[in-house]
């Protein structure tokens, strides 16, 4: 009944804002830890357009969302460290701050 | 057919408004100003010790690391458990390498000392 | 042996060389923790040897694939020729940038043997990329590949340099990714298939092509793939990135990282998406001469030798766009031609880099490399052949390499990216020949500023083979464009007009 309710692509919209607002996030703020999770918000953007094309498109649509997030939880481990690693340094994680790398 | 999504729709607007409603109210009603006792940390009446901004250790990072990697093999194995019969001998084996690939991960982690709190 | 992707042993099979370097890496990463609880003073160059012998190990594995056909390309991953080539060139520059660190760890205080072991890993996401046939299996492998690079690149925890240059490639490299699946949820749903085989069949038959859905996911993979191979304009992280990391991940990311990135690009756009070149091939185009000019106009202005070379790593994903955009069998077999060469070109001048590092300072800039010529006459001499090759002189494999691309390009008609191609060289003679230049007639700092070069016996031996190997690739090329024209020619399957390649 849902189905016939909703507009026809409502999910790919939720997914498509979802995305946006992530790519959004990571393009103005300027916390390390803030652009990271705008980025897992571009990941789940793209499981949400998985599930919801999985009906239409085939089922694997939905055993993708299982691997993203094995991906999704490997890329936070190594980037919490990583972001950790830059705090000792620089006792900051505002990426504005971080200039040794210009020529 | 939308109708039906009518009570969901009041609710939604009755709690924004009771949400507006109450912040709106607190910062009329409450006495203004920021002083420095008022903006100190609360501990129970006392001089606060020490700042608030503790460094947590990073063994604290490392249990939660071992914690994703084993959360997430659950989403994993879960799906694998529900259809083992469909899945047969060839499953057994490929969820048999998963978790093999894994204890690999903790035998380095125990053996690097990673699994100790002292 | 012919492989039936309908049965779930096959994969077995067809993934033997990454298992076989998988299972190493772990046994690799066992012993070195068991090894460094009793001896944790002790070298870790046993454990490097070890992890070349791995290496040894799964290019024999590779080779093995050789014999093996698919019945119908239906696997997540290719059997074909194409990939026993690619993963050779990947094995190779996994192999380079090891025996590179030899010593160079040592002396920057970084010797432990998770170096190896994530090269190892990476090594593993690059081939499994490079093969990939579906575009759930390319984007786990490019994570897998690219996870352990960012922590790779971050390696040097003391050194706020590589920490922060770890921080903004992990940053950038994931958000290309989210680019990269999004794109990938959006041609699954466009098309009903992760498969590439069959995403093109249902877009060359018009299915797809009108629909937004398929075109906005054909830009989303093209953002995120344009991120890992580094094309104007999204590059912004990879002089930062390669700069920052230690010089031997620097070679493996501007080598390795980059070869499996082209790799799986070819097989998205050039083969599965071949049907529907006309969506593609303008924007394809423009990145490719936005590349070739920007970076090769910047690489002028680097003082860092490093940086430069970044930059002209960048420039070269430029001429290799070239050869993608001509989709035919012989711009294929130019670009893996050219893969080959700037493998071990870009990997030697690498190697000099570490080679006139001192102690735990890198001596980067080109005033450090006055007199080097004259004080290490091999190592120089070796410079200034990849400094040649790179901007692609006659008697060295990068001269070939690009006459192969113009040529491909010629031949598609593509006459205006082949003069931008020619001009973008000649811009790219000046930064070359410039530190030629200062190696050979600016005078030392003092007599015997480049007395010790600080490079390891396994890493001299890595120089040798790449300074070889450049030669090898003029004077006797025409076996490895065999090789690479029949590696190509089963990329291309038998039916062309299904995927809109016309013989």
Known sequence: MIAQTLPANAGLYLSAILFAIGVAGVMIRRNAIILFMCIELMLNAANLAFVWFSPFAGVQGQVFVFFVIAVAAAEAAVGLAIILAVFRHKETVNINEFSLLRF | MLRSYLPALIM???????????????????????????????????????????????KFYMVAILFIVFDVETVFLLPWAVSLRPLGWEGFASAMIFIFILTVGLVYEWKKGALEWD | MTLDFARQSAYFWALLPEIVLATWTMLVLVVDVFRSSDHPEESRAPVAWMSLAGLVVAGAANAYLLSMREAAPTGMIAVDSFRVFTNFILLL???????LSFGYLQRRHIDR???????LFATV??????????????FIALEVMSVAIYVLVGYHRQDPRSSEASLKYFLLGAFSSGFFLYGIALLFGATGSTHLPTIGTMLGDGVGTASPVALAGMALVLVGLGFKVAAVPFHVWT??????????????????????????????????????????????????????????????????????????????????????????????????????????????????????SQGDHERVSLEDYAGFGWQQPLLGAAFGLFL??????????????????????????????????????????????????????????SANSHDQAGLAVPGRAAIAVAAVAVLALFFAASPVMRAAESSVASLFPAAPALFGMTP
Request: glycine share 10%.
């Open chain 3, 93 to 99: 520059a996994a192999g380079l940038a090891i025996c």
């Open chain 3, 388 to 445: 040649l090759s790179l901007a692609g002189f006659p008697l060295t494999g990068g001269f070939l390499g690009k006459l192969y691309i113009i040529r491909s390009a010629l031949e598609s008609d593509n006459v205006p990216l082949a003069v931008v191609l020619v001009l973008a060289s000649l811009i790219s003679y000046f930064y070359y020949l410039r530190v030629i230049v200062v190696m050979y007639m600016r005078p030392a700092a």
């Open chain 3, 239 to 356: 002089p930062d990135a390669y700069d920052g990391a230690p010089t031997p991940v620097t070679a493996l990311m501007a080598t390795g990282v980059k070869a499996a990135a082209f790799a799986a690009f070819i097989r998205v756009f050039a083969v599965g998406l071949g049907g529907v070149r006309e969506d593609w091939a303008p924007v394809v185009w423009v990145l490719a001469a936005l590349t070739m000019v920007a970076a090769n106009l910047v690489a002028l202005t680097q003082g860092s030798v490093k940086r430069m070379l970044a930059y002209s790593s960048i420039a070269h994903a430029g001429y290799l766009l070239v050869a993608l955009l001509s989709a035919n069998q012989a711009g294929a077999a130019a670009f893996l031609f050219y893969l080959l060469v700037y493998t071990v070109m870009t990997a030697g001048a690498f190697g000099i880099v570490i080679a006139n």
């Open chain 3, 125 to 138: 996401g690059m081939m499994l990329m490079a093969g990939s046939r579906d575009l759930i299996l390319m």
């Open chain 2, 12 to 58: 939604l607007a009755i709690s924004v408004a009771n949400a507006i409603f109450m912040v709106v109210l607190s910062t009329v009603l409450s006495p203004g100003g920021r002083t420095k006792v008022k903006s100190a940390p609360y501990e129970s009446g006392m001089d606060p010790l020490g700042g608030t901004r503790e460094r947590f250790s990073v």
């Open chain 3, 113 to 119: 043997g998770e170096f190896y072991v994530l090269v």
